[in-house]
């Protein structure tokens, strides 16, 4: 796992408390008396490394990608520039804030983090983008020092750091496997928040931040194709854009549309479809790739890659998600080997469709139950806190209340509602973007993370004018229609024949006919279907079924017995009670949500750092403990 991270120190040498940080190997970029600032070493020969420009007293680092501009204003008012394929996004900024001023960041639309260090003004800024995808913790364990890094997992090991588990924030990510807002669930440290500029002053140690945006729901008077044109058009221009005749380029290819109308934006691919064995899903992919007529390849995974990433992605560790959701981190050769660049699907669904509206659902005795597409009333804060309690995991013993965690960190600040410290204009927002907004706290980040550290990536969705127009959609218009098939329609007619590989309907269908055939199929599947996978833990999906590999293989047990004294002193469950979690699932009960987010906690460096008893053995350098960590866990988990 790579990351930046910096530290700031207005009284004293920046650089000996940063070198005092690092692993041996890792090489200081940039150090003055106020301000140390460093990258981890290259992890993978592909790795992209952080973009670095200066120019006179400026310096700019950019951690991800700006894709383009314009006014500085962040009101999308201007003529909207890409950026030149042959200026480095650095440099770029340098020259849009010798114009402008800190007002640039406004204007750029991209997936990244920027540190702006201007010597002259003696201020050094932190700018997260719009939906903060680049996240940025921070603390300040002294009013001359603050320290920053790109990963979370680093930040305990700092010597000046002495932080402990939240009870509270821990408790909220063990129940949703996600924290909120600017919250980890570590004492003292947070995230900048999204589409926000925070400046530290060197010469007196003030902290400011300017928020230049957040999502503001907007919905247009428009008839659906008109959307539909708009959003073609919008997909297009971004995909055209990024990609360029003398490079290779794949996608991440699944049965389903979000990728498929990827796929259908380029004009020469490689697809690439991770799976566990060729399923129903891994052949609609291969019909899919063999009807572009682009080359498929199989990343096989298999049980066996799903336990290690229990080792392989400890380092990735965000308190958001489980260890799984790295999915590609033990594929960088062959991803890389293979292409020079990589776009996916990911976060149309979130964006585009139902996925996160609050829609009622409706029993159908024993053959189970049905979502509606219709919207489902949230009105108040309470309504929205009850929504959270619904699609909790919080089937354990635990020192704090969640509901009374919840509302006294939800709440309204004059019109406005604060999230664990992150501010929306309306109900509205919180419940339409409120699992957007800050994107780094959703799971699927980690995923998104990964692709991005392995080799130059991105998901058309995430740019900032497909984002706008999600802002301008009608709510009716996600939940009763399907704006990714009908553009696939447009670009692809062919691979919109093709059923989806989930519900068995070609995306060419009208929704009607897709809601109707999506839960027939989902019947028929479920109860008529004689097709048995080889395996109890292999499905006909995307994914292998969790709680049959909970059942399968002992490796939730091989790490209680290695990580029992970590169990033991977390403020949740101990390491009995985790067993206990474990034989009611292998009894029967779905336990995964407890099981895994507690594998993760436990399987994660920073938590064996600060649950260590003796602090002054922790930052005691003489033992080198950040070393110490970065050595494999010895866990049998075969």
């Known amino acids: 796992m790579r990351y930046t991270h910096g530290v700031v120190h207005t009284g004293g040498s920046a650089a000996d408390t940063l070198d005092d940080w690092l692993p041996s190997d890792a090489g200081i970029q940039y150090a003055t008396d106020g301000v140390a600032i460093a990258a981890a070493p290259r992890v993978h020969r592909a790795s992209n490394d952080p973009h670095a420009a200066s120019d006179g007293s400026i310096r700019c680092w950019v951690i991800g990608d700006v894709y383009g501009a314009d006014a500085s204003d962040g009101t999308r008012s201007g003529q909207y520039e890409a950026r030149p394929a042959d200026v480095d996004p650095a440099q770029y900024c340098v020259s849009r804030y010798e114009r402008e001023g800190l007002d640039f960041v406004g204007g750029l639309n991209g997936n990244f983090a920027l540190l702006l260090y201007d010597a002259d003004r003696e201020r050094l800024s932190l700018c997260t983008d719009r939906l903060g995808t680049v996240p940025i913790y921070w603390t300040r364990p002294d009013d001359e020092t603050l320290v920053f890094s790109t990963n979370v997992q680093t930040l305990p090991f700092h010597p000046a750091i002495d932080t402990a588990f939240s009870p509270a924030y821990l408790h909220e990510y063990l129940a949703f496997r996600r924290t909120f807002g600017v919250t980890t669930p570590f004492e003292g440290i947070e995230k900048l928040e999204p589409g926000t500029i925070t400046t530290l002053s060197l010469a007196d140690g003030e902290l400011t931040s300017d928020q230049y945006w957040r999502p503001r729901y907007r919905p247009r008077d428009e008839s659906f194709e008109w959307f539909v044109d708009e959003f073609t058009r919008r997909f297009r221009t971004v995909v055209e854009e990024w990609t360029r005749d003398d490079r290779d380029y794949g996608v991440l290819l699944s049965g389903g549309s ?51 990433a229990l080792e392989r992605n400890r380092w990735a560790g965000s308190f958001n998600g489980w260890f799984t959701q790295p999915y590609t981190s033990g594929f960088e050769d062959e991803l890389t080997s293979r292409v020079d660049g990589l776009l996916s699907g990911l976060y149309a669904d979130s964006l585009f469709d139902g996925f996160g509206i609050p829609s009622p659902t409706t029993s159908l005795g024993p053959l189970g139950s049905v979502s509606l597409p219709v919207e489902r009333s949230v009105e108040t804060i309470d309504d929205y806190i009850d929504r959270l309690l619904e699609r909790a995991h919080d089937d354990f013993e635990a020192p ?4 009374t965690v919840l509302e006294e960190n939800i709440y309204r600040d004059g019109d406005r509602i604060v999230h664990h410290g992150v501010t929306y204009d309306s109900l509205d927002e919180l419940v339409y973007y409120g699992d957007l907004y800050p994107l780094s706290n959703d799971d699927d980040m980690r995923f998104h993370t990964a692709l991005r550290q392995t080799l130059p990536y991105r998901t058309p969705f995430l740019d900032d004018r497909l984002v706008d127009l999600s802002l301008s959609m009608p709510i009716r218009y996600r939940l009763r229609r399907n704006l990714v098939d009908r553009a696939v329609e447009r670009l692809a007619p062919e691979l919109a024949a093709i059923p989806h590989a989930s519900t068995g309907v070609s995306l060419s269908r009208s929704f009607p006919v897709a809601y109707a055939g999506e839960h027939a199929t989902e019947f028929w599947r479920k109860y008529v279907s004689p097709r048995s996978p080889p395996e109890p833990y292999l499905t006909d999906g995307p994914w292998l079924d969790d709680a049959e590999l909970l059942r399968s293989f002992g490796f939730a047990t091989d790490v209680l017995e290695a990580k029992g004294d970590l169990a033991d002193a977390l403020p949740g469950p101990d390491a009995d009670a985790i067993r206990e979690l474990y034989r009611t699932h292998c009894r029967g009960e779905d336990r995964v949500g407890e099981l895994y987010t507690l594998l993760t906690v436990l399987t994660m460096p920073a938590t064996a750092c600060v649950l260590e008893d003796d602090s002054t053995t922790r930052h005691d350098h003489a033992t080198d403990p950040f070393e110490r960590c970065l050595q494999p866990t010895v866990i049998d988990l075969d």
């Open 258 to 308: 979000d990728s498929r109308l990827v796929l259908a934006g380029l004009e020469e691919a490689t697809a690439l479809h991770m799976n566990d064995w060729m399923n129903r899903e891994a052949r609609i992919a291969e019909r899919v790739a063999l009807t572009a007529d682009a080359e498929f390849e199989l990343l096989e995974r298999g049980s066996q890659y799903r336990i290690d």
């Open 400 to 403: 704090t209340d969640l509901r």
